[in-house]
């Protein structure tokens, strides 16, 4: 079956996660995407070194191409010097797509943009962490990674409307406007009716408890309150005064919580999830990377995808949706784009 | 011209992600129909447990607190809610029918809905091959986990991403109260584009799953490929020190700073103690400076915890040092930034008021999204769908309402 982006040429020459990870979604779907590995016009061919095999390097490259297109790009994924109006002069039907921090433009133009700053300036970060202590940014390049989603959202759109113009367009993203859009939207609370939530205000009828070896997170609606109570012979808490009226509830989750943590200390974590969610109540186990890649849910899916790359194989993430008419590229050490 | 214009979207979606891939559709031009139950209403529209009044414009919840609700106004600009009570057959065939003159039909409720209803894609497709019909559960719609249900935070640790969040020691984190919700909203509106691409060219729908926890893990790959437990540390990290948040001026005042290598360690040393401290052997490389981070972290709080955050994140990025003032819902209301990228809209919604809307990030000359109207009223949409969707003669619009299948205020206790 064929992708369902094939015939398109994208040249990839980013050099960012933001950037590669686009290329990476428009390769798994069908494109064909040439990785440039410098900002140079000129260099567009060049090569790598053959040896890079780094996990970023294969979650965001493989199944790219080196060397030069062989045609003009529908797509252009501009390096950090790249002058967009450059591109389209070259090359004018292209889309020329450019995803920076905080943009070329406006206040805060050519800012610094690592992960934490990304996430501070996002209003997502406040909401992190223990209301006194500071806030937590979170974990790795997440917003990089969206704002990378983004921009394959917005080349999407405007292929469809370079269909029906021929136009080519220039698509801009910023990682810091993305990471603002996909906070929870207390922004508009605020101009709602001026007031402010954060870490700690939340109200949120949830709470961690150690099982063992794994934390677990249950979510306890008011409706499943009794049914966890009495699974877990915490009875005395329905009529206990600081549980019993779910206003006075939400100012005692933590003492519930302690209590809920003296019953399950010893329980395994995927059987104590297992009887929560049988009884109706929502609850997940915080997962640790190696607990995650021996999920048996996620290998009974055949969600991970192996690659064999100079006799090495490594297993990677699988794709983010399945579609049932045009799936995905299985991946092929072949055309990895480091190999 | 919108580039979705002309697509039509029915929506059998709840709380923020399946509302949030509609939302993107709308953004380009889609029309789109929230469904709605009369007689469970929709967690984003109102908190049965304890609604609270800063939910709602002016802390007033009205008389129909349901349209005044700051999280459903937010993630449904651009579209019209349809309240119809699926256990009524009238309601159930306007469904039906609403359906087999639409494009797509997104859905993220647990699996197992869709066929439930009658409306899996194996049936509606072979009437309607051309329809895109995605199911973004939590988990996937096969293997053992594929029944439970999830919210953003317990898809979160499902993912694998709160057990690397925590202070030293300390519980696994979930971000904001739920990153999981826009991370899913997104692919899904992604996976239907991609989907409207391949029909465009061959005319032919398709099947979408999307499983929410799957498609986040995307953004952990290389954690993921690597294999190895990371260790949460708060906000440090091995390759950055400084990497912190440190108090700032004011309750609860935070300024982000990192310094990605040795360079961008001196500049910052030198605003803080001069040669002194560039030169002070503690801290000339990344690995002294991992060694001595209490000691780092300390002195630099002590330097940022008289200033004002934002006076202060220009100051150090106009020196070339990454930082932000770590911001809060009212910084990003009058966040200058986002105003200059035209991230609010202003639009009038007829119980709730005029207000200024957070936008979309996607910017493009050629395919420029917009928010054109404010979140609908619940059931606003009934009677378009009847008349001017499905043109249905005045006597079966008669019936169809007097059957109760379709409602605009929810049933009692809802």
């Known amino acids: 079956m064929k992708g369902a982006l094939e015939g398109h040429v994208v040249h990839d020459r980013s050099g960012t996660v933001a950037g590669q990870f686009c290329g990476k979604l428009l390769a798994d779907f069908g494109a064909d995407v040439w990785l440039v590995v410098s900002g140079d016009l000129a260099e ?18 493989l199944g790219k191409h080196r060397g030069r297109p062989p045609s003009p790009p529908d797509v252009v994924l501009c390096g950090p010097q790249d002058d967009p109006a450059h591109l389209r002069d070259l090359w004018p039907a292209a889309l020329v797509v450019r995803i920076m921090g905080f943009g070329d433009d406006g206040p805060k133009a050519g800012w610094k943009a690592p992960e934490i700053v990304l996430q501070a300036s996002s209003g997502m970060m406040i909401s992190n962490g223990i209301r006194g202590r500071e806030p937590l940014y979170g974990t790795g390049e997440r917003a990089s990674y969206a704002a990378g989603q983004a921009a394959y959202i917005q080349i999407l759109a405007s292929l469809r409307a370079r269909r029906a113009t021929g136009q080519g367009d220039t698509i801009r993203i910023d990682a810091a406007e993305t990471a603002a859009a996909m906070c929870f939207p207390y922004v508009l609370q605020t101009i709602y009716n001026g007031t402010d939530r954060r870490r700690g205000d939340q109200d949120i009828p949830a709470g961690e408890v150690l099982c063992r070896g794994s934390w677990v997170c249950i979510w306890v609606y008011s409706n499943r ?9 915490l009875q005395t808490c329905l009529t206990d005064p600081r549980f019993a009226e779910v206003p006075v509830r939400q100012q005692n989750w933590p003492a519930f919580f302690a209590l809920v943590q003296d019953k399950v200390a010893d329980r395994d974590p995927e059987d104590f999830v297992a009887e929560l969610q049988a009884k109706g109540i929502i609850a997940a186990r915080a997962y640790r990377i190696s607990e995650i890649r021996e999920s048996r849910h996620l290998a009974e899916r055949g969600y991970w995808r192996r690659v064999t790359i100079g006799g090495e194989t490594h297993v990677l993430p699988g794709v983010p949706f399945r579609l049932s008419k045009t799936p995905a590229r299985e991946p092929d050490g072949s055309a990895h784009a480091a190999a | 011209m919108l580039p979705l214009e002309g697509i039509r979207v029915v929506e059998l979606t709840t709380a923020w992600a399946g509302p949030m891939a509609g939302r993107v559709l709308t953004w380009y031009g889609a029309e789109s129909f929230h469904i709605e139950s009369p007689t469970r209403t929709n967690t984003w529209r109102s908190n049965r447990d304890k609604p609270n009044p800063v939910t709602y414009p002016d802390l007033d919840p009205g008389e129909r607190p349901w349209d005044r609700c700051f999280t459903f106004n937010s993630q449904n600009v651009n579209k019209r809610s349809l309240v119809v009570d699926l256990k009524n057959p009238s309601g159930f065939s306007v469904l039906r029918r609403l359906i087999a003159v639409s494009d797509v039909l997104i859905c993220n409720f647990r699996p197992g809905m869709l066929d439930r209803l009658g409306l899996g894609y194996g049936t509606l497709s072979k009437e309607q091959p051309g329809l895109i019909v995605i199911e973004m559960p939590a988990y996937g719609l096969t293997g053992p986990d594929a029944g439970y249900a999830a ?14 969040i925590s202070y030293p020691g300390g519980k696994p ?16 509106a992604a996976a239907i584009l991609t989907a409207l691409h391949h029909r465009d060219r061959t005319g032919e729908g398709q099947h979408i799953e999307m499983a929410q926890v ?32 440190y108090p700032a001026q004011g ?12 360079a961008a360690w001196m500049k910052l040393a030198r605003m803080m103690g001069g040669e002194t401290l560039a030169r002070d052997g503690r801290f000339a490389t990344l690995s002294d400076r991992k060694i001595n981070e209490a000691a780092l972290d300390a002195m630099i709080a002590d330097w940022t915890c008289t200033q004002d955050r934002h006076a202060l994140a220009e100051t150090l990025q106009a020196a070339g040092i990454a930082a932000s003032a770590v911001e809060t819902a009212p910084d990003l209301a009058n966040s200058e930034y986002l105003r200059a990228r035209g991230f609010f809209t202003p639009r009038d919604h007829p119980v709730a008021g005029r207000h200024d809307h957070p936008g979309l990030p996607l910017h493009s000359e050629i395919a420029q999204g917009s ?29 169809i309402l007097a059957s109760g299948a379709l409602a605009d205020v929810p049933a009692p206790g809802m």
Request: overall charge negative; proline content about 8%.
């Open chain 1, 44 to 61: 567009i061919a060049a090569g790598g070194d053959g040896t890079s095999l780094a996990p970023l390097d294969l979650h965001l490259n």
């Open chain 1, 225 to 233: 309150f009794e049914t966890l109570c009495k699974l877990l012979g």
């Open chain 2, 151 to 164: 919210l953003g935070p317990t898809m979160e640790m499902a993912a694998g991403m709160s057990a690397m």
């Open chain 2, 173 to 188: 984190t979930v971000t904001g109260p739920s990153y999981m919700d826009p991370i899913g909203g997104f692919n899904a």
């Open chain 2, 214 to 245: 799957e498609a986040a893990m995307q953004f952990i790959g290389p954690e993921l490929i690597e294999g190895h437990d990371v260790v949460p540390d708060g906000n440090h990290r091995p390759d950055m020190a400084p990497h912190n948040a």
């Open chain 2, 251 to 262: 309750e609860d005042s935070w300024i982000a700073v990192a310094a990605p290598g040795d």
């Open chain 2, 371 to 399: 928010a054109r109207t404010a979140a609908p009223g619940y059931g606003e949409g009934n009677e378009y769908v009847l008349r001017e969707v499905l043109s249905l003669p005045e006597a079966e619009i008669a019936a």
